[in-house]
């Protein structure tokens, strides 16, 4: 599927815009500031979770206006929608073909892949990082992930509240941690599938100019979680956390037959391992799941060179599906067939 019409109301630096865009690749440019990103975050808001920059709802909604925000998107024969109210500003509402639905229903209808400047520092950070970008592969793969996700979650800030009282509840710690172990080992049994089925499309064939990746999970969520869970509630307690299950987990990736860490790997490696990555994943998901999820790529010819780009363009092509590129010049996407773009200002105006 491809978003065939977007829309923005009081987003970001929007007040009010639309964008038409055809099915294959689309490229906007303009300055720093002008407002590229925010329509890329928009796009990803058509997915279940807070989007490629894990903002608040209220940061979304543009400053000086009403209040709330609106993104609405046309799939075909399916409309989509997402937004706040001014008098509800972190209740996020969702709407498909006119009905209310929940936020991690959007999955059912569309996967979207996204690349950000702030992930070519991925394998230097924090584990948590490289958790959320596995979990958005695992998600474009299996949507039932984003509710074992947000149960689990809420099960541990239930637990982790708990231990902090003087007194605990016994009985339910108990149930608080049958529920951490039922849909904590969900999430991590989906991290393993999608990690291997990733390493092998990355190793069934010949990538070209980008390289190919090792990935692994380490500190893998252990068996008999609740039972580990309840012998370690004083340690919990006093750290203030669980230590044990897919909180814990982290994506460890390694660059092709060298087996070097990503970490040790220059910038532009690191940014063609990511590409090799979200690109495997995407076809993937356009084989297992029936359809070619939206691939949202940020400034994403900054530390590629020449061949690295164009290998990059014609792959894309090759691949089919919708593609969104940002860049501050027009001359970093010359070779790339697709609709372009030029915004500034909080305007769209196709180039």
Excluded at 145 to 166: F, G
């Amino acid at each position: 599927m491809a978003v065939v019409r977007l829309s923005l109301s009081q987003f970001r630096n929007y007040a009010d815009a639309v964008v038409s865009p055809g099915a294959g690749l689309v490229v906007l440019t303009g300055e720093n500031g002008a407002g590229k990103t925010n329509i890329l975050e928009a796009v990803s808001l058509l997915s279940p979770g807070r989007g490629l920059r894990g903002a608040s709802l209220q940061e979304m909604a543009r400053s000086g206006g009403p209040g709330g925000f609106a993104v609405a998107a046309r799939l075909g024969e399916v409309e989509l929608g997402t937004g706040t109210v001014a008098a509800a500003p972190e209740r996020r509402q969702v709407r498909v073909n006119g009905a209310a639905a929940s936020a991690t229903s959007l999955g059912e209808w569309l996967s979207v892949l996204w690349l950000t400047p702030a992930m070519d520092r991925l394998f230097q950070e924090s584990a948590g990082g490289r958790r959320r970008f596995l979990d958005r592969l695992v998600l474009a793969l299996e949507p039932g992930h984003a509710v074992h996700s947000a149960r689990y979650e809420a099960a541990m800030r239930a637990r982790n509240k708990l231990l902090a009282d003087e007194r605990w509840d016994e009985a339910w710690l108990d149930s608080l941690e049958a529920l951490m172990e039922e849909h904590g080992v969900a999430v991590s049994l989906g991290r393993i599938r999608t990690i291997k089925r990733l390493t092998e499309a990355l190793w069934s064939e010949e990538t070209g100019s980008f390289p190919r990746a090792r990935l692994y999970l380490d500190n893998v969520t252990p068996d008999m979680l609740q039972t580990r869970l309840r012998a370690s509630r004083k340690v919990h307690a006093a750290a203030g956390r669980a230590t044990h299950g897919p909180n814990n987990e982290d994506l460890r990736v390694t660059f092709g037959d060298t087996d070097r860490p990503a970490s040790q790997c220059s910038t532009g490696e690191q940014k063609a391992l990511l590409l090799s990555i979200v690109l495997a994943q995407a076809d993937l998901v356009a084989d297992r799941a029936g359809r070619r999820p939206i691939l949202l790529l940020d400034e994403v010819a900054a530390h590629l060179d020449a061949r690295r780009r164009a290998a990059l363009f014609g792959r894309l092509e090759a691949g089919g599906g919708q593609v969104w590129m940002t860049g501050t010049e027009a001359a970093l996407f010359e070779g790339a067939v697709g609709d372009r773009f030029e915004v500034s200002e909080g305007r769209i105006v196709r180039a």
